[in-house]
């Protein structure tokens, strides 16, 4: 029986100097292949908002629709370690809303919770929840939460005080007990930077090969998701003609009376 990734896995692999991979998954039987090919951390993203609901961005999402999404995937998971994104607003009225709405998620099969931001409202959500036992995910970079107030997809901590700040930024949140960070959309010398002053492992989100742990989009990396593809995601397969290719010979079958064929009827 294969052993359940948990927080302390994560922290060995940190120390071990062991890299760990990070996927996205929306739906129990995507989790299920995920977990089987040895992910470490399955992530219910709130990019789920953008390639599974079909929204401009990801503030779109709810809590409810997390919660829905989180079920299925934790269905799906035996060993990974199971993350669900909070969605905007799930976690910035108060501190008391943040451990309610967090707390569901873990109901609702998760092992922990990744929020975004690094002010010091934040850093007391983030005591709070570590306090009441929700382990905490970081994000720090790009937040795409912040999407308006950052005008635009933009890569963050490009100088020497900008990957200062972000550093900054991640030491409190390692202080206030968060086992992991993502930093999304930096630079690679500057996450390299953060990686090495930091005792709790960074996830990297298009910020290069010194990060601890890596993270992508699973609908990227299938080639699901026709609208956008960003530089750092690696297509690995191209699910989207897999699909048309399918749905187009089953159309075709039917039409010229192909499907179902003896094998097919009772
Ligand atoms: O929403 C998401 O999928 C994410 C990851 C890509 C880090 O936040």
Known sequence: MTKKVT?????????????????????CYTAKYLDEAGIDIVLI?????????GYNNTNSVGIEEMGIFTKAVARGVTRAFVVTDMPFLSYHTSVEDAVKNCGQMI?????????EGGSDYIVSVIERLTAVGIPVMGHL???PQFLNQLGGYKIQGKTKEAADEILNQAKKLEKAGVFSIVLEMVPEESAKYITENLTVP???CGAGRYCDAQVLVSDDVFGKYPEFKPKFARKYGNMGEL???CAKQY??????????DDSEVF
């Open 7 to 27: 927080v302390s896995t994560i922290k060995k692999y940190k120390s071990d100097n062991e890299k760990f991979s990070v996927l996205t998954a929306y739906d």
């Open 45 to 53: 993203g709130d990019s789920l908002a953008m390639v599974a609901l």
């Open 107 to 115: 109901r609702y099969g998760a092992n922990g919770v990744k929020i």
């Open 141 to 143: 970079g790009f937040t």
């Open 202 to 204: 960074t996830i990297s």
């Open 243 to 245: 699909i048309y290719n």
């Open 251 to 260: 159309n075709d079958d039917v039409k010229s009376g192909k499907f179902p």
